[in-house]
């Protein structure tokens, strides 16, 4: 307030020309053409370069000359984030003056009306232009340039592979016009293009000074199941899977995450330098040299199984330190079994060391070895005579092969399944997987074999039978099996016997057939090779014998009371008559 007092007026100045509207002579209207007459000619719809003279969030003033400033939204300059006031711009005149006064100017459609040319141009010239990603769609994001909607693909936003496309929305990037369809009035752009240039350059440069055993850092760029691509400032080089670590790798991401920095050694590279192969586990000893330098032979260690094969399982005992143990190894067991049966993948497994060779970097382990070997105390737990039961384990044409129990086999013998049955295969006995009972009858511990039997398990019946089974001696069987040479007769007291067809015939004349039940007289037994042949015919034909025998004596007596008569034509004599008739007698009780 104090400086107004310090204000003096002016002792000339003419108020009543100033209240008529007129000064110094000169009218209102006069001033008005005159003031009107130092302002720019500006007509609707047409495009002037104008001043910005404030910038702030939401709005932007332009002076174009006029009698009064235009605002623009600041959307509009979303494109050049570095607008200041000052800046010469195109605006184009919508309206010298709206309802309120105010001059409506648009910044969007100045740049429209000139945009495809400097779009052109922008690509013919190779120009660097400024461009706002608007929005993500698919294969990249759209990006305003100039006013115009340009596509970017997401190919072409980095020389690195981009994951994440919405952390670019809203960003104003500059970029290179790559591609005009002229027809669709389409435009392509691309970040990428900026950088590759500088990158060749340093690429050139990385490449021109890799040497073999080189160590540089790098960036994980991409991982896939064979290895991981590295950055190594513009050039890529790729760590293949075997060389993440010492110990075994089934997935890369166990090892290395994306964008993570490491240290890499260049392990080689072609003439070109263009495939570059690296390492990450060669930074490290190797495993095989910082081994306990007391592990021995004989030594228990502990590991995991990390790879199964049918021949066995490798376990590490130590990252990069494997051991095989042979599937021979896993049990006392003969029999050929697959790995898969005793262990797998990332089992923890204890085990012995058998072989260590330090130098070739190799050691066979053994799981059997942490068990007792069951043959070496074989006579005491499996004496001759003793009894068990065994498991099935699989048939030949001879016999059957049981298991004790783990790493103990025996054989029985065809012929020591049964006393009584005739077993052409040991399929009709039993089946694989079955538990039979045996009896050890024999131990050969150098091939690690035991002779089992099931029939001795019972009393031999044929002991019984060769006191019921006289030769001579009638019995009742059943016909069980019909053949050409014969059949089989088993008979009702036990045990099977054996009769030829013509044994067979009955005492119509008849053959006997299947399942008939006949007696039968017992020609021959003989225990050792447990065989009985019988008879059906004899049951009948000795008793009618019998029956003929006096009447054959009475004929033959009355024939000796009888004079010889001489007939030479007749060529037999009674007498003959009677020795063959013996002889035909003899004949047939010895059959």
Same mark, same amino acid.
Not at 1 to 16: R, T, Y
């Given at each position: ?126 120009? !660097? ?16 340039? /100039? ?21 670019? !929305? ?64 513009? !050039? ?77 399982? /490798? ?82 044409? /001879? ?98 016997? /054996? ?93």
């Amino acid at each position: 307030m104090s400086n107004l007092k310090n204000v003096q007026p002016l002792e000339d100045f003419n108020w009543e020309d100033f209240e008529n509207g007129s000064s110094a002579g000169v009218s209102r209207e006069e001033l008005q053409n005159a003031y009107d007459e130092t302002l720019n000619k500006v007509a609707d719809h047409q495009v002037v370069d104008g001043k910005v003279i404030s910038v702030d969030k939401k709005e932007v003033i332009v002076n174009i000359g006029y009698k009064s400033d235009g605002i623009i939204p600041a959307s509009e300059f979303r494109y050049n984030p570095d607008l200041k006031a000052g800046d010469i711009v195109e605006v184009y005149v919508e309206n010298q003056e709206d309802k309120k006064g105010q001059l409506l100017l648009s910044h969007k459609k100045a740049r429209l009306s000139k945009s495809w040319e400097r779009v052109n141009a922008a690509l013919d010239n190779q120009e !660097v232009i400024q461009g706002y990603i608007k929005c993500r769609t698919k294969g990249g994001m759209i990006v305003d340039v /100039f006013g115009i909607e340009a596509f970017l693909p997401g190919s072409q936003i980095d020389v690195h592979p981009i994951r994440d496309y919405d952390v670019f !929305v809203g960003k104003t990037m500059e970029f290179k016009v790559v591609k005009i369809n002229q027809e669709f009035r389409n435009v392509v752009v691309s970040h990428k293009a900026l950088i590759e240039a500088e990158l060749e350059a340093q690429k050139k440069e990385i490449i021109g000074r890799l040497e073999k055993g080189q160590i540089l850092e790098g960036t994980v760029k991409n991982i896939t199941t064979y290895g991981v691509f590295v950055d190594l400032g513009g !050039v890529d080089g790729l760590i293949h899977i075997t060389d993440l670590s010492w110990g075994r790798v089934s997935d890369p991401h166990e090892v290395v995450a994306l964008d993570q920095k490491i240290n890499v050694v260049i392990i080689d590279f072609d003439d070109e330098k263009k495939r570059i192969a690296l390492g990450l586990k060669q930074l490290t000893p190797h495993p095989w040299d910082a081994l306990d330098e007391n592990l021995k032979v004989g030594d228990t260690v502990k590991g995991k199984v990390v790879v199964m094969a049918d021949y066995g399982a /490798f376990v590490e005992i130590a990252p990069g330190v494997e051991g095989l143990i042979h599937v021979s190894e896993m049990s006392w067991s003969q029999h050929l079994r697959s790995a898969q049966e005793f262990m797998h993948v990332g089992d923890e497994v204890e085990a012995v060391i058998l072989t260590l060779d330090r130098e070739e970097r190799k050691m066979s382990l053994g799981i059997k070895q942490l068990k007792a070997d069951p043959w070496e105390a074989i006579e005491d737990k499996y004496p001759v005579g003793s009894k068990h039961t065994a498991k099935v384990r699989n048939f030949t044409n /001879f016999g059957i092969f049981v298991e004790l129990e783990e790493g103990v086999d025996g054989l029985i013998h065809i012929s020591d399944l049964s006393w009584t049955k005739k077993v052409k295969h040991p399929s009709e006995f039993t089946q694989v997987g079955a538990e039979i009972d045996v009896v050890v009858l024999e131990i050969d511990k150098e091939n690690r074999r035991l002779s089992l039997g099931h029939k001795q398990l019972e009393e031999n019946p044929w002991d019984t039978y060769e006191t019921l089974y006289t030769p001579g001696s009638v019995h009742t069987g059943k016909i069980t099996e019909l053949m050409d040479k014969g059949a089989v007769i088993t008979l009702n007291e036990g045990g099977e016997g /054996f009769a030829t067809p013509k044994h067979l015939v009955k005492e119509d004349g008849t053959q006997a057939q299947l399942n008939e039940e006949l007696p039968f007289k017992v020609i021959e037994f003989v225990k050792e090779t447990k065989r009985i042949i019988l008879s059906h015919s004899r049951t009948f034909e000795e008793a009618k014998e019998e029956k003929e025998k006096p009447a054959r004596k009475a004929a033959a007596k009355k024939v000796e009371e009888k004079p010889a008569v001489s007939n030479v034509a007749a060529g037999t004599s009674l007498g003959d008559l009677d020795v063959l008739a013996d002889l035909k007698a003899k004949m047939e009780q010895g059959e």
